[in-house]
Every structure is written in structure tokens, then in C-alpha cells.
T-cell receptor
Framework: EAQVTQNPRYLITVTGKKLTVTCSQN?????MSWYRQDPGLGLRQIYYSMNVEVTDKGDVPEGYKVSRKEKRNFPLILESPSPNQTSLYFC????????????FGQGTRLTVV | GENVEQHPSTLSVQEGDSAVIKCTYS??????FPWYKQELGKRPQLIID?????GEKKDQRIAVTLNKTAKHFSLHITETQPEDSAVYFCAAIYNQGGKLIFGQGTELSVKP
């Protein structure tokens, strides 16, 4: 089954404690991205990657890191989480050519206290 | 810069009425415009999309129109049903850059 898998689904952590949210896709998509969803602000892009070892900042990259060492994985790293990073996070993947459907992961609800 | 504006932010209609959501985009290089539906507690899922060489596309009760000159596109839902209640996002993609930019979302409520 074609899918994007994120883990964990829910996470409560404390300020400053490093965490990683994993994202994996099995569709051989070149393009992967991370979004955060906050009420009234829609889906804002954090980082995206057009292929292995190619990453770029989205609209709200501050406080986040990503890596793309393999085509299928695109982890999101918060080195020192802060309460303003409390949000719902989505990973998505798609083919790059011609604009195609983006498939989303199940979402990760992160709370930083 | 790349920007997508979406209106209205909330929309309430009676079952059976039509609903229209509008989006404008900033970059004339955009060539692909998808619409996503996000039900409560779930992930966004594609419901319809349109490419820049087409002015209108229909799929049963939903349709999307695109005006490239004015740089705006709209989602039309006819004969709305309670299960259409959700948050709808428009988006624009840039073929060269690969970035998918979303609008702010519209919370649609269909009252029985």
C-alpha cells in the first residue's frame, strides 16, 4: 500500500530536549516536505527536499533541521524545542515532474511544555 | 514571492446549497493547483486538481475553475451534504521549484 508514515503520532516533551519526528514513504517520490498546521494559519512549510542530499528552507524553518540521506526518509529534528513549536506536524511526499498529488502522513501532534 | 490567499476562512451553508471557496496566487509561474480536504483529526487528502492549460474541471459534485490572467482559482461544491463538512485547502505548485504553497484553509460547515 502506498503510504507516508510518520512517527510518533503524539509527543509531549519539555523545553530544550532534542527530538526527532520520522517520516518515511514507499512511493519512490523525489519530493518530500514538512508542514506545521496551526489554527487560522493553514499549512506552513518548514523544509522541503527535492532529492537525496538536497534540502531547502520553507516559510518557517527557524528552530528546525532536516536531513535527506535516503530517498524514502525525511526526518524532522528539533534540537532545542520551545513552547511555540507546539503544533500539528505533517510530512508529505510527491513526484516532482509536472505537479502531482502530495501524499500526507498521519500527522504528529507535538506539545512542548 | 510565493503566496496563496484563500477566502473565506469559514463558510456555513444549508444542506443542498452550493459552496464556493476562492484562492489567489502571486506567482504567474504557478502551473498546478490542487485542492485538499481535511476531515477532523485526519490528514489532508487531494479531492481535485487543475493544471494551467485548463480553465475548468469537474468531478461529480465538485468543480474547480482557473483564471490565469487574474491569478485566481475557485472550488465549487454543489448539492452539499453534511459529510462535505471539513477544512478545505487550496494550493499552488511551481514546477521548477517543486514547492507546494497552501492557502490558509476554509472551514466548511454543512447544516442538515
Amino acid at each position: 500500500e502506498a503510504q507516508v508514515t510518520q512517527n510518533p503520532r503524539y509527543l509531549i516533551t519539555v523545553t530544550g530536549k532534542k527530538l526527532t519526528v520520522t517520516c518515511s514513504q514507499n512511493m519512490n517520490h523525489e519530493y518530500m516536505s514538512w508542514y506545521r498546521q496551526d489554527p487560522g494559519l493553514g499549512l506552513r512549510q518548514i523544509y522541503y527536499s527535492m532529492n537525496v542530499e538536497v534540502t531547502d528552507k520553507g516559510d518557517v524553518p527557524e528552530g528546525y533541521k532536516v536531513s535527506r540521506k535516503e530517498k524514502r526518509n525525511f526526518p524532522l529534528i528539533l534540537e532545542s524545542p520551545s513552547p511555540n513549536q507546539t503544533s500539528l506536524y505533517f510530512c508529505a511526499s510527491s513526484n516532482l515532474q509536472g505537479g502531482t498529488e502530495a501524499f500526507f502522513g498521519q500527522g504528529t501532534r507535538l506539545t512542548v511544555v | 514571492g510565493e503566496n496563496v490567499e484563500q477566502h473565506p476562512s469559514t463558510l456555513s451553508v444549508q444542506e443542498g446549497d452550493s459552496a464556493v471557496i476562492k484562492c489567489t496566487y502571486s506567482d504567474s509561474a504557478s502551473n498546478y493547483f490542487p485542492w485538499y480536504k481535511q476531515e477532523l483529526g485526519k490528514r489532508p487528502q487531494l479531492i481535485i486538481d487543475i493544471r494551467s492549460n485548463v480553465g475548468e474541471k469537474k468531478d461529480q459534485r465538485i468543480a474547480v475553475t482557473l483564471n490565469k490572467t487574474a491569478k485566481h482559482f475557485s472550488l465549487h461544491i454543489t448539492e452539499t451534504q453534511p459529510e462535505d463538512s471539513a477544512v478545505y485547502f487550496c494550493a499552488a505548485i511551481y514546477n521548477q521549484g517543486g514547492k507546494l504553497i497552501f492557502g490558509q484553509g476554509t472551514e466548511l460547515s454543512v447544516k442538515p
